[in-house]
């Protein structure tokens, strides 16, 4: 597996598949043609269906401002969902074309070559093995992350979780409408200052992480700068539970940073042996990856064991299990918001559960990986993120 370090990434919403992907896909096209004086990008899958919505074409344009942008709605069978054709001129004359691929949490691929290289950190295939190891050698999984990563990531996850912070902070101050035509209003502010009557420890600690969760989601859907985690979709899941178990809690930095580290490696062991992105596996593969990368950060913080810890993340990811990507008008507002709240709800409630019932699961984190990734390649087409079916095609949209 490669490092844990291609897991987070900081870059602009709404859709880390959607625009970060395919902002880095024209960076790195662009700097393959220097001299060239006229670009044209082709769209296919998801990225025709969802892209103007998602704000495909606004990310492009960020690198190659008079590109010509086109959304191919054919039926080819694709060898991603997210498909892109770079073509590149000068001058008229056709300089060279490369055919891209957003693979989630805004990572590329293109032509049999993934973005950053393909450079092992991690010998173990899965879970399991990283399980294995650690039990043979006596140590934790922070332990055995940090080993593995070297002195350089500490100050990466420094910098994530600064990125987060200020995510949750800038969506707790923001008030109004979001962007898009739904005419949906911020809700995170509210949220965060409503208190009811008799209000119980519970339901505040309920309100509190909804509303960070609400914050980070709808700067996403405002374009604001978000962390995949792993997706931009998934981001308000985890940075909301970390936010709230510091500032709320009390927990130390140092200790949010080891959680960001156990989170960032059950993400990685996903996208592995799966996939994060919605355009490929549904709502499963970012929200569920999302729940059970939370999953993992609590129980970190709450000092369980490492076997704990994955009954924890695979909890939140069995769950999750078959959950469709649906978003209206190709927004990521309806359902997404919500969802991310709910999902890290989900995470509180594994976490919960697997603190005393770990001796008696049946099922390993690999297992329900493996079947989470089946899952999304039996999904039909249009409940994988092209607004074809679900809530987006009931809703009776005012636009």
Same mark, same amino acid.
């Given at each position: 597996?490669?490092?844990?370090?291609?897991?987070?990434?900081?870059?602009?919403?709404?859709?880390?598949?959607?625009?970060?992907?395919?902002?880095?896909?024209?960076?790195?096209?662009?700097?393959?043609?220097?001299?060239?004086?006229?670009?044209?990008?082709?769209?296919?899958?998801?990225?025709?269906?969802?892209?103007?919505?998602?704000?495909?074409?606004?990310?492009?344009?960020?690198?190659?401002?008079?590109?010509?942008?086109?959304?191919?709605?054919?039926?080819?069978?694709?060898?991603?969902?997210?498909?892109?054709?770079?073509?590149?001129?000068?001058?008229?004359?056709?300089?060279?074309?490369?055919?891209?691929?957003?693979?989630?949490?805004?990572?590329?691929?293109?032509?049999?070559?993934?973005?950053?290289?393909?450079?092992?950190?991690?010998?173990?295939?899965?879970?399991?093995?990283?399980?294995?190891?650690?039990?043979?050698?006596?140590?934790?999984?922070?332990?055995?992350?940090?080993?593995?990563?070297?002195?350089?990531?500490?100050?990466?996850?420094?910098?994530?979780?600064? &990125?987060?912070?200020?995510?949750?902070?800038?969506?707790? &101050?923001?008030?109004?409408?979001?962007?898009?035509?739904?005419?949906?209003?911020?809700? *995170?502010?509210?949220?965060?200052?409503?208190?009811?009557?008799?209000?119980?420890?519970?339901?505040?600690?309920?309100?509190?992480?909804?509303?960070?969760?609400?914050?980070?989601?709808?700067?996403? *859907?405002?374009?604001?700068?978000?962390?995949?985690?792993?997706?931009?979709?998934?981001?308000?899941?985890?940075?909301?539970?970390?936010?709230?178990?510091?500032?709320?809690?009390?927990?130390?930095?140092?200790?949010?940073?080891?959680?960001?580290?156990?989170?960032?490696?059950?993400?990685?062991?996903?996208?592995?042996?799966?996939?994060?992105?919605?355009?490929?596996?549904?709502?499963?593969?970012?929200?569920?990856?999302?729940?059970?990368?939370?999953?993992?950060?609590?129980?970190?913080?709450?000092?369980?064991?490492?076997?704990?810890?994955?009954?924890?993340?695979?909890? &939140?990811?069995?769950?999750?299990?078959?959950?469709?990507?649906?978003?209206?008008?190709?927004?990521?507002?309806?359902?997404?918001?919500?969802?991310?709240?709910?999902?890290?709800?989900?995470?509180?409630?594994?976490?919960?559960?697997?603190?005393?019932?770990?001796?008696?699961?049946?099922?390993?984190?690999?297992?329900?990986? *493996?079947?989470?990734?089946?899952?999304?390649?039996?999904?039909?087409?249009?409940?994988?993120?092209?607004?074809?079916?679900?809530?987006?095609?009931?809703?009776?949209?005012?636009?």
């Amino acid at each position: 597996m490669r490092s844990i370090q291609t897991v987070y990434k900081i870059g602009q919403g709404p859709s880390s598949s959607h625009t970060v992907g395919p902002f880095r896909a024209a960076k790195y096209f662009k700097s393959l043609y220097p001299e060239a004086d006229a670009f044209e990008v082709a769209l296919f899958g998801s990225l025709s269906y969802t892209g103007e919505g998602h704000g495909t074409e606004k990310a492009i344009r960020r690198i190659l401002p008079d590109v010509t942008v086109l959304f191919d709605h054919g039926s080819e069978a694709l060898p991603h969902p997210n498909t892109m054709l770079f073509k590149a001129f000068q001058r008229g004359e056709l300089l060279g074309s490369l055919r891209m691929f957003s693979i989630g949490g805004g990572s590329i691929r293109w032509e049999g070559h993934t973005e950053g290289g393909n450079r092992e950190v991690y010998p173990q295939k899965n879970f399991g093995e990283i399980l294995y190891d650690c039990y043979q050698e006596g140590i934790s999984l922070k332990e055995f992350i940090y080993r593995s990563e070297g002195p350089t990531l500490t100050p990466y996850l420094s910098t994530v979780w600064a &990125a987060m912070k200020e995510s949750v902070e800038r969506g707790l &101050a923001a008030e109004g409408e979001l962007p898009g035509g739904l005419h949906l209003m911020r809700r *995170a502010k509210e949220l965060s200052e409503a208190r009811c009557y008799n209000e119980n420890a519970d339901v505040t600690m309920s309100r509190q992480i909804a509303a960070y969760a609400y914050a980070v989601s709808e700067e996403n *859907a405002a374009e604001g700068v978000v962390v995949t985690a792993p997706t931009c979709g998934s981001c308000g899941v985890l940075p909301s539970l970390l936010y709230y178990m510091q500032f709320n809690k009390g927990f130390p930095e140092e200790e949010i940073l080891d959680a960001l580290a156990v989170a960032a490696l059950i993400g990685n062991v996903i996208r592995t042996n799966a996939s994060i992105s919605g355009a490929e596996c549904g709502c499963q593969a970012e929200i569920g990856s999302a729940s059970s990368m939370a999953a993992g950060a609590l129980a970190t913080l709450y000092g369980l064991t490492a076997k704990q810890t994955e009954y924890a993340a695979e909890i &939140a990811m069995e769950h999750s299990l078959g959950l469709t990507c649906d978003p209206v008008n190709g927004l990521v507002q309806i359902p997404c918001i919500e969802r991310n709240t709910i999902g890290a709800m989900r995470a509180v409630d594994a976490v919960n559960l697997s603190r005393f019932l770990v001796g008696t699961r049946k099922i390993s984190l690999d297992d329900v990986i *493996a079947t989470m990734y089946q899952t999304g390649k039996d999904m039909n087409e249009k409940y994988r993120e092209t607004s074809h079916g679900g809530l987006a095609a009931i809703y009776n949209s005012p636009v």
